[in-house]
C-alpha cells in the first residue's frame, strides 16, 4: 500500500539521517518527524513486531551510540521534510548535500523559522 511505502520511506529516511549525524558530529541527535506513527515505534522499549521490525531495531541500535531525542511535529511543521520527499519520488534517486542544499530548502529553512503555529 501507499501507507506501507511511506512508512517504510520515512523509517529509511530516518535511519539513513542518523547514521549521517553520527558520522559527522559528537553532538546529541534530535530529530523531528511528522509520522506519530514511526515515533512510536521508535520510543517503544518492546520488540518490535511489525514488518519494519529490522528497520526499527537498526535505528534503535543507532540511537543507543548517541544521545539521541525524536519528536512529533505537525505536518505543516515539515515543509522541508515534504518538500525532499517530494524530490525524492520525482527524481527517483538518493542525495545527500553536505553544507549546503538546493535553493529551495533554504527558502523553507528560512519560512520554517518564521512558521506561526
Same mark, same amino acid.
Given at each position: 500500500? *501507499?501507507?506501507? $511505502?511511506?512508512?517504510? &520511506?520515512? /523509517?529509511? +529516511?530516518?535511519?539513513?539521517? #542518523?547514521?549521517?549525524?553520527?558520522?559527522?558530529?559528537?553532538?546529541?541527535?534530535?530529530?523531528?518527524?511528522?509520522?506519530?506513527?514511526?515515533?512510536?515505534?521508535?520510543?517503544?522499549? *518492546?520488540?518490535? $513486531?511489525?514488518?519494519? &521490525?529490522? /528497520?526499527? +531495531?537498526?535505528?534503535?541500535? #543507532?540511537?543507543?551510540?548517541?544521545?539521541?531525542?525524536?519528536?512529533?511535529?505537525?505536518?505543516?511543521?515539515?515543509?522541508?521534510?515534504?518538500?525532499?520527499?517530494?524530490?525524492?519520488?520525482?527524481?527517483? $534517486?538518493?542525495?545527500?548535500?553536505?553544507?549546503?542544499?538546493?535553493?529551495?530548502?533554504?527558502?523553507?529553512?528560512?519560512?520554517?523559522?518564521?512558521?506561526?503555529?
Amino acid at each position: 500500500t *501507499d501507507d506501507g $511505502r511511506a512508512g517504510a &520511506a520515512e /523509517l529509511c +529516511a530516518y535511519m539513513e539521517g #542518523l547514521s549521517i549525524a553520527i558520522q559527522r558530529t559528537e553532538l546529541p541527535v534530535c530529530i523531528e518527524m511528522d509520522s506519530i506513527i514511526a515515533v512510536n515505534m521508535l520510543k517503544d522499549k *518492546d520488540i518490535d $513486531r511489525s514488518i519494519y &521490525a529490522s /528497520l526499527v +531495531a537498526e535505528i534503535k541500535y #543507532l540511537k543507543s551510540l548517541r544521545t539521541t531525542s525524536i519528536i512529533h511535529i505537525k505536518r505543516g511543521q515539515n515543509l522541508i521534510s515534504d518538500f525532499l520527499a517530494s524530490f525524492a519520488r520525482t527524481e527517483s $534517486r538518493t542525495v545527500v548535500w553536505l553544507g549546503s542544499g538546493p535553493p529551495e530548502v533554504i527558502n523553507l529553512c528560512k519560512q520554517d523559522c518564521t512558521f506561526d503555529a
